[in-house]
């Protein structure tokens, strides 16, 4: 994903903020390497770029072991300040703050998290610039269900509350109070969700097995202009699609805004 700083936070020619996850993915189908040492090679890279989009500055997205972060006893992570794969690490900006939200293995496939993150841009010279980001354990929301959960931060509207896009079966709002988050489960509870379907009433929900559209989009930025959020979105085809020789899953997706 791609953000724009806000003037406040830029230093030297910083202008963007950028992610993106290195690891072992569907270019090694279907005949994968060893994943032996995997976890080494897996992390979420966070990227300074300047008004051309040139690297000038990067580091790996580490998490803050403040307090035990993981459902599961095999999948916790018990390494403070590791650089671990945060999955479809998308960055959003929510009264400026920058957040990211994410999948990782250490919780449900369906759920998705949400951090804000604690981020550090200096002067580097020679045009270049420092740059350390991580989130904290303790700050970690989980968002349920689905893989797809598009954020948006509402106009004027609330620095304690961020709205999600729940895509997933039959598409509703979800307002997530920031500070009412249980910190101890991270937890967000739904505290209000909303029906919207697609085509504005319950006859426009897709019906079993039929091809549904999800969400791709981690942010969907606002256009003051159309008073509009754009989001990205995609169906897969054909709805009976299986793995194959060329991918695992998610072939063939056409997308739309």
């Not at 897996?42 to 990227?47: D, L, P, R, Y």
């Not at 040139?54 to 072991?65: D, K, Y």
């Not at 951090?115 to 354990?137: F, M, Q, R, T, Y």
């Not at 959020?229 to 739309?256: C, K, Q, S």
Request: hydrophobic share 35%; aromatic share 6%; glycine share 8%.
């Amino acid at each position: 994903s791609v953000l724009e700083l806000p003037p406040k936070m830029r230093v030297g020619s910083a202008t963007y903020l950028a992610t993106t996850v290195v690891g072992v993915g569907q270019c090694s189908w279907p005949s994968r390497p060893s994943r032996v040492g995997a976890a080494q090679r897996e992390h979420t890279a966070v990227m300074v770029l300047d008004e051309d989009f040139n690297v000038i500055g990067q580091t790996l997205l580490r998490l803050t072991l403040d307090q035990e972060w993981g459902r599961g006893m095999d999948t916790k992570v018990t390494r403070d300040n590791t650089a671990i794969k945060f999955d479809d690490a998308k960055l959003l900006m929510h009264h400026g703050r920058v957040f990211v939200t994410y999948r990782h293995r250490a919780y449900p496939q369906k759920i998705q998290l949400l951090n804000p993150v604690v981020l550090d841009i200096s002067e580097g010279g020679a045009h270049k610039v420092k740059v350390e980001a991580h989130v904290e354990a303790s700050k970690t929301v989980e968002l349920c269900c689905g893989r797809n959960i598009g954020l948006m931060s509402m106009p004027k509207g609330d620095a304690n509350i961020i709205h999600a896009l729940n895509w997933m079966n039959e598409p509703h709002l979800i307002e997530i109070k920031i500070k009412e988050v249980d910190l101890t489960t991270g937890r967000s509870g739904l505290l209000h969700r909303r029906v919207v379907y697609l085509a504005g009433d319950a006859a426009a929900a897709p019906e079993s097995g039929s091809i549904e559209i999800h969400g791709t989009s981690g942010y969907l930025p606002y256009i003051p202009e159309t008073n509009e959020f754009v989001g990205l979105a995609h169906i897969h085809r054909p709805v009976d699609r299986h793995r194959n020789e060329y991918a695992l899953h998610g072939h063939h997706y056409t997308h739309a805004y």
